[in-house]
Nanobody
Framework: RVQLVESGGGSVQAGGPLRVSCVAA?????????MGWFRQAPGKEREGIAY????????RTAAPVNGRFTISKDNAKNTLYLQMSSLKPEDTAMYFC????????????????YGQGTQVTVSS
């Protein structure tokens, strides 16, 4: 059984930083799996915002967060991170980590597992 548990969400003022974490447990190892961060705001579809492949040779961030958010991982701790800076009110959403994907022609897809999410709220 795979478990992904996010933490670190909270309320922050616009312009501030925040780091969220995701601990993976069970039959999943960050050294062997692509990992990603998704978010979903109220009334909107879930969107993928940052990805890293299993050997950390490729990282991708989506246009809305490019240059402000950084994805990283610690294989020894089996933990994924998302460092967020220069936060904006439009970054307010539930943030989910995901594991076990396929990468084809630059598309990161078919994610196998998602966590329950951690709420990030940015006030102006």
């Amino acid at each position: 059984r795979v478990q992904l548990v996010e933490s670190g969400g909270g309320s922050v003022q616009a312009g501030g930083p925040l780091r969220v974490s995701c601990v993976a447990a069970g039959d999943i190892y960050l050294s062997q799996s692509c990992m990603g961060w998704f978010r979903q705001a109220p009334g909107k579809e879930r969107e993928g915002i940052a990805y890293v492949n299993s050997d950390d040779t490729a990282r991708r961030t989506a246009a809305p967060v490019n240059g402000r958010f950084t994805i990283s991982k610690d294989n020894a701790k089996n933990t994924l991170y998302l460092q967020m800076s220069s936060l904006k009110p439009e970054d307010t959403a539930m943030y989910f980590c995901a594991a076990d994907c396929e990468i084809s022609r630059g598309v990161w897809m078919k994610w196998g597992y998602y966590g329950q999410g951690t709420q990030v709220t940015v006030s102006s």
